[in-house]
């Protein structure tokens, strides 16, 4: 009886350390982003963080501000 306790917490340690080490080599892997360049300065920033107005793209608000006027 003992042994096959024995047996099923081995297993469980064995598959909890699987599945810790597996979440950490996916966390470690880069994320690809598209980068697009500012219309202003040209600087390239990530498309989900650059600004959006009039179907144009820019890196801060600033440059939107300076772009209209």
């Known amino acids: 009886m003992k042994v096959i ?3 099923i917490a081995i297993l469980l340690i064995g598959w ?3 599945t810790l080490r597996l979440n950490r080599i996916a966390d470690a892997e880069p994320r ?6 500012c219309d202003y300065c040209g600087l390239h ?3 989900d ?3 959006k107005h009039e179907g144009r793209y820019y ?3 600033e440059h939107v501000q300076r772009k209209q006027s």
């Open 59 to 61: 890196c801060c608000k």
């Open 49 to 51: 963080e650059a600004l």
């Open 45 to 47: 920033v990530p498309e």
């Open 5 to 7: 306790f024995l047996l």
């Open 32 to 37: 690809i982003r598209n980068m697009i360049p």
């Open 16 to 18: 909890i350390l699987k």
